[in-house]
């Protein structure tokens, strides 16, 4: 596969976790088929599991490319979803966002980070961090990988 004219090989890292390892992505047909480890990255040779399953976790089938709104009420055991557009997803989460700083203030809710590095996040940490501040929340929350919970302790 790796011989074929038909495959770009592309240097890039990987995003699952914060060691932002060195990795090539390999696209076929405009389609990630595989992420091996880039031997020239200071990270090494290698590619953890995670890495290696990228092009599934990319292409699972349940994997939500939009989003999305409830249409049955809460406990429903068959919660009921309907697409609908980014902007009417952003207008929904705006006015929701203004209704509890309103009514309860901004210091009710708390903004969550997935991880403080690594994964696509690592890179919206900063606008998110805006948002906070100009929501004018004192809360964060942050989870961390076990990657790196040894370093934490």
Known sequence: MAGSDSVQRIPGYCALCISSCGCISLIEQGRLTKVEPDPSHPTGKTLCAKGR?????????????????????????????????????LSTTAREMKRLAD???SESVAFSITTTA????????????????????????VSCPLITEPQIS
């Not at 976790?57 to 979803?81: Q, T």
């Not at 690594?118 to 929350?141: I, K, S």
């Open 53 to 89: 399953a990228a092009p599934e976790l990319v292409h699972h089938e349940d994997r939500l490319l939009y989003p999305l709104r409830r249409v049955s009420p809460k406990g429903d055991p068959n919660p009921e979803w309907e697409r609908i557009s980014w902007d009417e997803a």
């Open 103 to 105: 009514e309860n203030g």
């Open 118 to 141: 690594g994964t696509a996040m690592q890179d919206g940490y900063p606008w998110v961090e805006r948002l906070r501040q100009a929501f004018g929340c004192p809360n964060v929350v």
